[in-house]
């Protein structure tokens, strides 16, 4: 179930991931972005929305959905990537359809991976139409996670330690 206002716990407390890569995260509103951050950065998970760009802990660059929903913003996506070592195009396996055009991967010249988020409220069906998004968006893998039950992120955190 999404919590909009309300506070999520977390499965564990483990100390903060040493990032040592520096990621960007980009996925429409709601994707789960934010809470992606905050569950990586052992914060409490709070909704709120993202009205500019947040950066945690100097290594997880959170954006808000509208830049790239509206056409007009995206070239921000590109101009805040520059300083990012790895492209996290997030997607929701919720929502049908996606907001990644074909091939978007391709236009930020740098790493892609691609992070399916609420794996906790998804069907397997929902979860590999949305790996077949992010894929054709040009994601290089594909990770599967919950930030509510905390699944999925040592692949993610083995992938960035490899990189
Ligand atoms: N059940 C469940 N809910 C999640 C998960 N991740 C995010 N949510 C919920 O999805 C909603 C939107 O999450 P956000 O992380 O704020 O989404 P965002 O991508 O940052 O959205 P913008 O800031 O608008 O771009 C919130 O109500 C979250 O609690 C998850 O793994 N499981
Ligand atoms: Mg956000």
């Given amino acids: ?3 909009d206002s309300s506070t999520l716990s977390q499965s564990n407390n ?12 980009i996925g429409r509103t709601t994707a ?18 993202t009205q500019a760009v947040q950066i ?7 954006t808000p959905g509208e830049y790239l929903e ?5 070239g921000a996506l590109h101009v805040t990537s ?38 906790d409220m998804a ?7 949305a790996r077949q998004h992010l894929l054709a968006a040009g994601a290089q893998k594909v990770f599967v996670t919950s930030s509510v039950d905390g699944t999925g992120f040592e692949a993610l955190y083995d992938y960035l330690n490899q990189q």
């Avoid at 069907?123 to 139409?129: G, L, V």
């Fill in 123 to 129: 069907t397997p069906e929902q979860i590999e139409r």
């Fill in 56 to 62: 945690f802990k100097d290594s997880l660059i959170d």
């Fill in 32 to 49: 789960g972005k934010t809470t992606l951050c905050q569950h990586i950065c052992r914060e409490e998970l709070q909704y709120a929305k």
């Fill in 1 to 3: 179930m999404m919590a």
């Fill in 14 to 25: 483990e100390p903060i991931e040493t990032l040592n890569k520096k990621l960007i995260l």
């Fill in 70 to 74: 509206i056409r007009h913003y995206r």
């Fill in 82 to 119: 520059s300083d990012a070592d790895i492209i996290v195009l997030v997607q929701d396996p919720t929502e049908e359809g996606t907001m990644f055009p074909p091939a978007y991967a391709g236009s930020f010249a740098k790493p892609a991976v691609g992070v399916i988020t609420k794996q």
